[in-house]
T-cell receptor, first 114, second 112 residues
């Protein structure tokens, strides 16, 4: 199947700093990618849709100035958590759909804000 | 509101048993439904994708069915193995924009 990578896999940062997470589709192009957030023992919640060449679309309740998304190319989307706080600690996962509509997910990034 | 529900939340069975995981969803006008597996602390692995026009899909020991009229999907696992232990997530694409709404997952444990 298709491969989606994320970097870093784990990051610990101090409160107030910004953290960038990369999502790459390794063997296919993706004009659209999705960013999800998962709290412990809970399901995935969609945060935003990343669109190549245009602005991201955010779900209701997600602060666009807090979670900056840039879809720089057909294989790369980045999520920047700005001025991170402990409540931003979570597991962030990206996904990308192929032409066959199956969605492939990255391995996730665990963020811990101290 | 478009919602996806999975029952049970957790399931523990002996190795070798056949089992069924359930997924229900509001709004029968779905585009497609996908089953995923998630191991602890890991990302998601796609298992099966069922399009709106299909009634079932099979891959190895896995079979997923879709009944839009009743708003249900089931994932059947035959001859379960300890390696099948994981959380299984059902996700529905309601609008064709490829955004997925996830159920809460079923945490499956297969006991040797």
């Amino acid at each position: 199947g298709a491969v989606v990578s994320q970097h870093p896999s784990r990051v610990i940062c101090k409160s107030g700093t910004s953290v960038k997470i990369e999502c790459r589709s390794l063997d296919f192009q993706a004009t659209t990618m999705f960013w999800y957030r998962q709290f412990p023992k809970q399901s995935l919640m969609l945060m935003a849709t990343s669109n190549e060449g245009s602005k991201a679309t955010y779900e209701q309740g997600v602060e666009k100035d807090k979670f900056l998304i840039n879809h720089a190319s057909l294989t790369l989307s980045t999520l920047t958590v700005t001025s991170a706080h402990p409540e931003d600690s979570s597991f962030y996962i990206c996904s990308a759909p192929t032409n066959q509509e199956t969605q492939y997910f990255g391995p996730g990034t665990r963020l811990l804000v101290l | 509101k478009q919602e996806v529900t999975q029952i049970p939340a957790a399931l523990s069975v002996p190795e070798g048993e056949n089992l069924v995981l359930n997924c229900s969803f509001t709004d029968s006008a779905i585009y497609n439904l996908q089953w995923f597996r998630q191991d602890p602390g890991k990302g998601l692995t796609s298992l099966l994708l069922i399009q709106s026009s299909q009634r079932e899909q099979t891959s190895g020991r896995l079979n997923a069915s879709l009944d839009k009229s009743s708003g249900r999907s089931t994932l059947y696992i035959a001859a379960s193995q300890p390696g099948d232990s994981a959380t299984y997530l059902c996700a529905v694409n309601f609008g064709g924009a490829q955004k997925l709404v996830f159920g809460q997952g079923t945490r499956l444990t297969i006991n040797p």
